[in-house]
């Protein structure tokens, strides 16, 4: 690449995009930020999927183990971190990977958004203590009442994004979507996004197959371990919450399994359906790195 570049590798979870980042960042010899909401968090671990010990040493990773569970990490935190990691790798590197299925995260750090005000404190734990008690359906019908506009455009399948919107109507007065950059930020790099992507019929085997290994490695057991900080938001997340459930005697194990593999692949689609807006990017089958590669040479021979 002649000029500073930003590979960014986006899909849905479980469809091999670590593996995939790891041939990428050995292959230009640099460094990956990763852009999940959830493997920034030390505490969370077998639950989140986290690149393995061996691919955290082989390869320099940001955004995993930097935040504790107790701090507040959302979209503007991830730009600010990411903005000022990806100038630190472009000190020493031309290329930098970014790689990750939360895609608020990769949108806020390609385009920019507008400041949101803060957040009320006792907003906010209000709303989780709720959430904690009435799910998704409260979530959804207090969105609907309060925030009208956000309800008929927003991700009103996403749990964490309707919270999110219920904190700034109730603290603002005004809709999170007033708040939504119109005009993208200019970025003094380049970005180029890499979608990968899969047959519905893999990608679910492939879902059912992680939360399977997940069991067997630990994650009822690491899950216990976290039971005292279930209300907080970091932990208001698939493959946590369920097994929470089961521990408060809710529902069985069995069950608890079995809604982590509904949800995971309910999660997935919606990560396919945001990513799939994108015009931006280019789509590839994930084992296929030679193609991926053959683009990129052809993309620097143009650029």
Partial sequence: MKNKTCLVIVGPT?????????????????????????????????????????????????????????????????????????????????????????????KTFCDGMDEIPEVDNEVKKTIATNYSRGGLEWVTQQVKKNDPVYFSKGEIKNPQRMMRALEVMLSTGRSILDFQLHNKKKRDFNVIKIGLELPKEQLHQNINH????????????????????????????????ELFDHLEEKISLDEAIEQIKINTRQYAKRQITWFKKDKEITWFNPPDVDAINSFLNKKSTNN
């Fill in 14 to 106: 479980a469809v091999g995009k670590t593996s995939v980042a790891i041939e990428l960042s050995q292959h230009y010899n640099t460094q990956i930020i990763s852009a999940d909401s959830r493997q920034c968090y030390k505490e969370l671990n077998i639950g989140v999927a986290k690149p393995s010990e061996e691919y955290l040493q082989r390869i320099k990773h940001w955004f995993i183990n930097s935040h504790s569970i107790q701090e507040e990490v959302n979209a503007k935190v991830f730009e600010k971190y990411a903005l000022q990691q990806i100038n630190e790798i472009f000190k020493d590197h031309q290329i930098a990977v970014m790689v990750g299925g939360t895609g608020l995260y990769i």
């Fill in 210 to 241: 992680r939360v399977d290994d997940m069991m067997n490695n630990g994650l009822l057991a690491e899950v216990k371990s976290l039971f005292s900080f279930k209300h907080l938001n970091a932990l208001q997340t698939v493959g946590y919450k």
